[in-house]
């Protein structure tokens, strides 16, 4: 037998749409409900015996699936998401768009999907990004972004509990509102008792499909409720993990007056290892390390409750690919609200603002950083 096929960026095929649609403008993207994605994707496809296809871009539209297809049936699916950004000074950058190719690998082993160079990965976004990001995010939108979804599916054709045979790599570009700026802050709710979004043992830390739709009738009742998203708590003490799909962060003082930048470990697996989350790290021990602490372990509601009591919390934050950076004015657990300080009307407090400071220019162009690349366009 032959050996498998790589995928190989190198190989890319081109077929261009012909039939070009318009640029939605900021009112469209307003009142549209679904997601307004580019002239094109990227696809590749694999099977067990012959490996990787050659890899195409080609036209946006639907895939054929037939009914059996393993992803509908046994939730043979995960994604990324990151996002291009159109810079101040003209250029179209991705942000450490390495860390989710490697991510993505990560998951689709997790689940039992193929194997694939993620360097090579990270070409196929580029190609993509390189034909449709002039037009679909042009230089006079300097300052917004485009959302980048690379997806792998089991598309092959049986019911039975089995590892797949095929599958389908494809990558989407889209549009998606920005979401770091909630008049008055983020406002949270703590998940209900019999509520849990991940376990120890489980696939809390891979971005797979399955984490999502099982978190979304609390989602749901927290924003009937008037909140933003669900703060999941873990375990009998009550463990922070997440804040909605992001990565939760606290700056307070300890009791030893020792000022503390804290966020959830990952050695127990719960949380997703988020790119703007290690990058938060990175520069708070960098740039920071003199005025706090930076710690990765685990904490609990109880802790926060407390110092809020005590006037010692400071800062609360969420950060992610999709929210950001975006401060948390606001806990509501258990029938009590923790009050967290912000700056005006929710903006960012002094860590959460000069932290989003710096990756926002990293992003946009104000500092040219080895995190931001940039991506050569097709005019």
């Known amino acids: 037998m032959e050996s498998e096929q790589p995928l190989d960026a190198s190989q890319l095929r081109y077929e261009y749409t012909t039939a070009p ?25 694999w099977e067990v015996n012959s490996g990787w296809s050659t890899p195409e871009l080609k036209p946006y539209g639907p895939f054929n699936l037939l009914p059996t297809a393993s992803c509908l049936h046994y939730a043979y699916e995960c994604f990324e998401g990151l996002k291009a950004y159109r810079g101040h000074d003209g250029k179209l950058r991705m942000f450490r768009a390495d860390r989710n190719s490697q991510r993505l690998l990560m998951s689709s082993q997790r689940i039992s999907l193929p194997k694939f160079d993620p360097d090579e990965l990270e070409k196929l976004i580029y190609a993509l990004l390189s034909v449709d990001g002039a037009k679909w995010l042009p230089k006079d939108r300097a300052g917004d972004f485009l959302y980048v979804r690379p997806t792998m599916i089991g598309i092959d054709s049986q019911i039975g509990f089995a590892k797949p045979t095929a599958a389908l790599l494809y990558i989407i570009v889209g549009y998606m509102p920005r979401m770091d700026q909630p008049a008055g802050g983020k406002r949270l709710l703590t998940n209900p008792d019999d509520v849990v979004r991940s376990w120890v043992g489980g696939f809390g830390y891979a971005k797979v499909g ?57 050695d127990d697996q719960l949380i997703l290892n988020g790119v703007t989350r290690r990058s938060c790290l990175d ?8 005025e706090l602490e930076v710690m990765e372990r685990k904490f609990t509601i109880a802790e926060i409750q407390e110092a809020a009591s005590e006037d010692r919390l400071l800062e609360v934050f969420a950060a992610g690919t999709a929210w950001f950076i975006t401060p948390i004015s606001l806990i509501h657990h258990r029938g009590q609200d923790i009050v967290i ?38 005019q």
């Open 21 to 45: 649609r318009e640029v939605p403008d900021a009112e469209t993207l307003a009142k549209h409900k679904q997601t307004i994605c580019t002239d094109h994707m990227l696809v590749a496809s």
């Open 283 to 290: 520069l708070a021990k960098e740039r920071l390390g003199d």
């Open 341 to 378: 300080p912000t700056g005006p009307d929710g903006t960012p407090a002094e860590i959460t603002g000069r932290l989003k400071g710096w990756l926002s220019d990293m992003m946009y162009g104000g500092v040219q950083h080895p995190w931001a690349r940039v991506i050569s366009e097709r």
């Open 210 to 266: 399955a984490n999502y739709g099982p978190s979304l009738q609390a989602t749901q009742e927290a924003y009937r409720q008037g909140y933003h998203q669900i703060l999941w708590l873990y375990g009998p003490t009550g463990d922070c993990t997440e804040a909605g799909g992001s990565n939760f962060f606290v700056v307070w003082k300890r009791k030893d007056g020792k000022k503390e930048l804290i966020t959830a470990p990952l």
